[in-house]
């Protein structure tokens, strides 16, 4: 997982522990005065219900995770879950502090099979834990709090299907319908990404087809195929658009990376370009190759790497 996700997501965590801090150590306090005794946990968890944002379920377990209350709700008890075992459940595998709660992992819920979470508050009294309350979340009830997070620019290599890259010497290129047009092709998607409102293409050499996706419709992608990419007059079901100015590729880098594509199509016979695709806006190229490995990095980078890079 790149780091800019994870710090996304340690955000996001950091600050629902911060919200649920006070609320669930104040319930936990108050489950002191009515330990084993079914029916006042059930009342006092009802009261304190609202006190915890976002929560789906309270409930109250000994140390061993078997459930001594039922599951409450925003209308009450929940029929079916008092005397449940969970301990076979995630956040009871997850290492609890001896004080304070655990907020934990996401996981796949067993009833709805939706990704939540759980908030483990330790019960104890001066010198004993007595056992824990829980609080269940649905990922999709909890706020967002941070900003999208940005994916990471820094080159990235993936290796792909083992059983590919196995047998990656047993195979060579053979020419498709898109490679022995190639220069028409490309010059056609040039035409589109600067000119025509293209942000977006995925290249597919091998079953000669792109898949485009254009500013006036970004939500619904097109796909070229080989005799699309040899007619230019596709160009004239797309109106003009001026090159947008906060595209991170130059629009007069298009054409290079473009003719770079090309040449790693065609440089080896067993080590070739399958599939490439290009964004304008994040100024990543992608590259995936017969072996199955892909690469994403940055344009300025891949513009860069001359054709012993790649043969090595």
């Known amino acids: 997982m790149e780091d800019s996700l994870k710090n996304s997501i340690s955000k996001q965590r950091t600050k629902l522990f911060q919200t649920l801090k006070t609320p669930l150590n104040t319930i936990a306090k108050s489950c002191l005065d009515h330990w084993g005794d079914r029916e006042k946990l ?54 609890v502090p001896t004080e304070g709660f655990l907020l934990s992992d996401a996981y796949i819920s067993l009833i709805k099979h939706r990704p939540s979470l759980t908030a483990i508050q330790i019960i104890k009294d001066e010198n004993n834990m007595l056992g824990f309350l829980g609080a269940d979340f649905d990922l999709r009830s909890l706020p967002f709090t941070t900003k999208l997070y940005q994916d990471s620019s820094k080159w990235r290599q993936i290796k792909g299907d083992p059983s590919i890259r196995s047998t990656v010497f047993l195979q060579s290129r053979t020419e498709s319908v898109l490679d022995k047009n190639i220069e028409q092709g490309f010059s056609i998607l040039e035409e589109l990404f600067t000119e025509r409102g293209a942000f977006q293409s995925v290249i597919h050499f091998s079953s000669s087809r792109a898949t485009i996706w254009v500013m006036d419709d970004p939500y619904r992608y097109r796909i070229l195929d080989h005799e699309a990419l040899s007619d230019a007059d596709v160009c004239l079901a797309y109106p003009y658009y001026k090159y947008p100015e906060d595209a991170l590729i130059p629009k007069d880098l298009i054409p290079l990376i473009l003719k770079k594509m090309q040449g790693l199509r065609t440089a080896d016979e067993t080590f070739y370009l399958r599939s490439a695709s290009i964004n304008i806006f994040n100024g990543l190229i992608s590259l995936t190759f017969s072996c199955d490995g892909s690469h994403y990095m940055l344009y300025h980078e891949f513009i860069e790497k001359d054709a012993s890079f790649w043969g090595g």
Request: glycine share 10%.
């Open 42 to 95: 059930n009342n006092l968890l009802h009261k304190g219900f609202d006190q915890v944002p976002y929560c789906n379920y309270l409930y109250v377990l000994e140390p061993n995770g078997l459930q001594i209350s039922d599951n409450i709700g925003s209308k009450g008890v929940v029929d079916g879950h008092f005397a449940r075992d969970r301990s076979d459940r995630p956040y009871m595998k997850e290492v």
